[in-house]
T-cell receptor, first 110, second 118 residues
Framework: DAKTTQPNSMESNEEEPVHLPCNHSTISGTDYIHWYRQLPSQGPEYVIHGLTSNVNNRMASLAIAEDRKSSTLILHRATLRDAAVYYCILYAGNNRKLIWGLGTSLAVNP | GAVVSQHPSWVICKSGTSVKIECRSLDFQATTMFWYRQFPKQSLMLMATSNEGSKATYEQGVEKDKFLINHASLTLSTLTVTSAHPEDSSFYIC??????????????FGNGTRLTVT
């Protein structure tokens, strides 16, 4: 299973944009890139996912490198409620499993 | 939409007793549900995958006789921790994939169950 690499922690100020990087150099052609986040003592929450093209939704944007070996989750204006652990995961539909790393713990300063 | 309800949110039990955790998809049908375990400051570890009407598939190292999974309907899966011991204390999380979703569709998660075995 292809793995992802994320910084352990990042810090941001409220109302500023946040760029959360993820490296996945061994990604295969059928792997989708999924992002989830987990608030303390809660289950993960889906954020966004994509395959090749950049994606936008009401929560965030996902920028995928042309070679697909890295991606960046973009929170356009961080709020205190965005403080969470963000997981970048490769989802290979054929094995149906999500392989979870340790994610990036995002702190948002008021 | 796509709400997964997990119950109870926390439970304390004595060593040797069994605990049942329920996972319900409230507004969609889920053919596949996943059960995870998460220890403090660690990531989620997949325990088993359950498909409605069939036996669960357990990950390596997870005892199927200890962690009983039943997925009797398209909206309900249960995890029973039998003869619980203190080392089973953990945060248990379920997730579900929509019946109409593709294999790459996002998963929807419950809010987890904090199990403490004394």
């Amino acid at each position: 299973d292809a793995k992802t690499t994320q910084p352990n922690s990042m810090e941001s100020n409220e109302e500023e944009p946040v760029h959360l990087p993820c490296n996945h150099s061994t990604i295969s052609g059928t792997d989708y890139i999924h992002w989830y986040r987990q608030l303390p003592s809660q289950g993960p929450e889906y954020v966004i996912h994509g395959l090749t093209s950049n994606v936008n939704n009401r929560m965030a944007s996902l920028a995928i490198a042309e070679d697909r070996k890295s991606s960046t989750l973009i929170l356009h204006r961080a709020t205190l409620r965005d403080a969470a652990v963000y997981y970048c995961i490769l989802y290979a539909g054929n094995n149906r499993k999500l392989i979870w790393g340790l994610g990036t713990s995002l702190a948002v300063n008021p | 939409g796509a709400v997964v309800s997990q119950h109870p949110s926390w439970v304390i039990c004595k060593s040797g007793t069994s605990v049942k955790i329920e996972c319900r998809s409230l507004d969609f049908q889920a053919t596949t549900m996943f059960w995870y375990r998460q220890f403090p400051k660690q990531s989620l570890m997949l325990m088993a995958t359950s498909n409605e009407g069939s036996k669960a598939t357990y990950e390596q190292g997870v005892e199927k006789d200890k962690f009983l999974i039943n997925h009797a309907s398209l909206t309900l899966s249960t995890l029973t921790v039998t003869s619980a011991h203190p080392e089973d204390s953990s945060f248990y999380i379920c997730s579900a994939r929509m019946r109409t979703g593709s294999l790459n569709s996002p998963l929807h998660f419950g809010n987890g169950t904090r199990l403490t075995v004394t």
